[in-house]
């Protein structure tokens, strides 16, 4: 079988779906994968994995109807020209314009759902008429789609109710799977306690709310680290680098990476207070090396934390319980060490990615 498979950013193509390319390519097929322009990173990634390549245009973030119908067309043309016998599309785009580009083709299209992100966030009248037109443009583009896959109940749950798919089409799989062999348990070092966090600067990410949190903390514990690595975004929610330097007297920001495995080894605790997710792959590459885990009760987040086992969960947006978690990690550190320990022990149950991508294979129906 042809498999082509749509991703919004080449580095997030390759990186979080390269295990289950590699266990659909050992199943004898080809696999074409397609997002924007290849950096040389990328493009040397592709060549280790011994696949095909296809740049389209994809502009990320915000409306633009002139983007989005080139968009459209790049992928007419690439169905048409590669012939995929399916199409494995995730990200907001590139379901709704890989959706509506298959059904054209007549092509089968499965959809992952990693989130449902800014359009389904807010209570603005902005937000609402936002929602209602990408719900809309999802129900076409999902119509004739053989599944949908998501990461999570809630947000399975949202799309049912607003009668976006059927409940026969969904599918829930544990993440894009963390792999074990590659994030291994690691030691907690005897340095001052550190928190980590790992994420686009993006303000529903909850980055001002540990920032401000760090604050309260370092106010009665002034030793105790805070850091944080991440890209730079461009999307309406983006929080500027200025913004994130004027919080530097608390928090360091140490600037983005390809391998966040050294900054989790340097850690003690990771903290992740985003507004929502799909099921976030940072926390599971935390858990996987043996990280208690501080996070929302959000959709996605919850899923990665048994209360008072590997980790805690706070409220949404509350900078003040996320502080006093913190704290509690400070004054219980002894804690720290047989908590990452059971983080371990639920990725290695639920979330290793052999154990997802054979639950992915069965949905695609590649066998």
Request: aromatic share 8%; proline share 4%; glycine share 6%.
């Amino acid at each position: 079988m042809k498999i082509l498979i749509l991703g919004t950013v080449p580095n997030d193509l390759l990186n979080f779906r390269s295990e289950l390319i590699k266990d659909i390519l050992k199943k004898g097929n080809e696999v074409i994968a397609s997002s924007s322009k290849l950096d040389p990173d990328s493009a040397s990634h592709v060549k280790k994995l011994g696949i095909n390549y296809e740049s389209i245009f994809l502009n990320r973030h915000g409306l633009s109807l002139k983007g989005d119908i080139k968009t459209l067309s790049d992928l007419l043309k690439l169905f048409k020209k590669r012939n995929p016998n399916l199409v494995l599309a995730h990200g907001i785009k590139l379901v709704i314009w890989g959706g509506i580009s298959a059904r054209i083709r007549k092509i089968p299209f499965f959809a992952l759902i990693t989130g449902l992100g800014f359009a389904f966030q807010g209570t603005t009248f902005r937000r609402k008429l936002l929602t209602r037109l990408v719900s809309f443009l999802y129900r076409i583009a999902l119509k004739n789609s053989k599944a949908v896959i998501f990461q999570n109940e809630d947000n399975r749950k949202i799309f049912i109710d607003k009668n976006i798919v059927t409940p026969s089409k969904t599918h829930i799989v544990n993440g894009s799977g963390v792999d074990i062999n590659k994030y291994t348990l690691a030691q907690i070092p005897e340095s001052n306690l550190s928190f980590l966090l790992v994420s686009r600067l993006l303000g529903e990410k909850g980055l001002r709310e540990y920032a401000e949190a760090a604050k309260i903390v370092k106010e009665k514990f002034p030793n105790v680290e805070f850091k944080i690595v991440g890209t730079q975004d461009n999307s309406l929610d983006a929080i500027s680098i200025e913004e994130v330097m004027s919080w530097s007297e608390y928090v360091e920001y140490m600037g983005p990476t390809n391998d966040v495995r050294p900054y989790i080894k340097k850690c003690h605790v990771y903290v992740l207070p985003s507004y929502h997710e799909g099921l976030p792959r940072s926390t599971l590459e935390a858990m996987s090396m043996g990280r208690p885990i501080l996070t929302t009760n959000a959709s996605g987040c919850k899923e990665t934390v048994d209360e008072n086992i590997n980790g805690f969960l706070v409220p949404i947006g509350s900078s003040k319980e996320l502080a006093k978690r913190m704290i509690w990690f400070v004054k219980n550190s002894d804690e720290i060490k047989s908590m990452g320990e059971q983080s371990r022990k639920i990725v290695e149950k639920r979330f290793d990615v052999r154990k997802v991508n054979q639950a992915m294979l069965k949905i695609l129906e590649i066998n």
